[in-house]
């Protein structure tokens, strides 16, 4: 990363996500499935009509330039004692400098901390950006189902 982008990144505040940020988070979401699906169907996406009361059991970052919300991702607890990451969406021009692998970092250190041992992930496996960017993370290609790619993440004590 060059010198101008790490000082970007360092300009870059991350929080939890607050009820007031839900409106600009969701258009975030919905920009990124626009951009990748020409379309937003509500039904398949509940948990946009209300994101913080749906992730209020869960830890949803929200990354923040000036007063721009620029990037999001969430770790939900799984039935198996494990986490999964749900919503990760790096504004376009934020993309490749860093701010992904800071917010999944993020999210890996809470599923530490909450003495998770394993965290799932899945994308479309059309996505190749999001495909290659979980494996550069560690992830592993579990298997791909019906158009998705399913990862896991084994994550050390």
Known sequence: MSGAAHQMLDAIKLHRLRRADEPAVRQLIEAALMEHWGKVE????????QLFDHYAQSIFLVAEAGDRIIGCGALVAEADGGGRI????VAPEWRHHG?????????????????YQTVQQETPAHWQDAVRFYQSHGFTLVKEQAGSAHFSLALAA
Do not use: E, Y
Request: aromatic share 0%.
């Open 99 to 115: 701010l992904g692998g800071r917010l999944l970092q993020s999210l890996l250190d809470a599923a530490r901390a909450l003495g």
């Open 86 to 89: 749900v919503r990760m969406v």
């Open 42 to 49: 509500a039904a398949a996406h509940p948990d946009l009509a």
